[in-house]
């Protein structure tokens, strides 16, 4: 069973930044998509960014493209996300995703909370 767990996550006031890293425990990660999804309160969890084995094809969501941006370290089998220029409307619970076939692992979130 392959954990990962997420941090960096925590409160920012709007335009500022923060970088969220999730390490998994298994190197199958490290061969496998990772990606990062956010849940907000009385929302749908949401696709924010998603990066390929081997970092050649990323996807945003509309509303994080230019602000925030994903990569990975498959050495130290982990993934990041920087976040910049935060609004309200990020505020959420962040989660990792390791997607190897044919099985699916999640991280248990991190909170990244927008507030003046």
């Known amino acids: 069973q392959v954990q990962l767990v997420e941090s960096g996550g925590g409160l920012v006031q709007p335009g500022g930044s923060l970088n969220l890293s999730c390490i998994a425990s298994?190197?199958?990660?490290?061969?496998?998509?990772m990606g990062w999804y956010r849940q907000a309160p009385g929302k749908e969890r949401e696709l924010v960014a998603d990066?390929?084995?081997?970092?050649?094809?990323?996807t945003y969501a509309d509303s994080v493209k230019g602000r925030f941006t994903i990569s990975r370290d498959n050495a130290k089998i982990t993934v990041y996300l920087q976040m910049n220029s935060l609004r309200f409307e990020d505020t959420a619970v962040y989660y990792c995703?390791?997607?190897?076939?044919?099985?699916?692992?999640w991280g248990q979130g991190t909170q990244v909370t927008v507030s003046s």
């Open positions: 990066i390929s084995s081997g970092g050649g094809i990323i």
């Open positions: 995703r390791c997607r190897p076939s044919f099985r699916d692992y």
């Open positions: 298994g190197s199958i990660c490290s061969f496998a998509p």
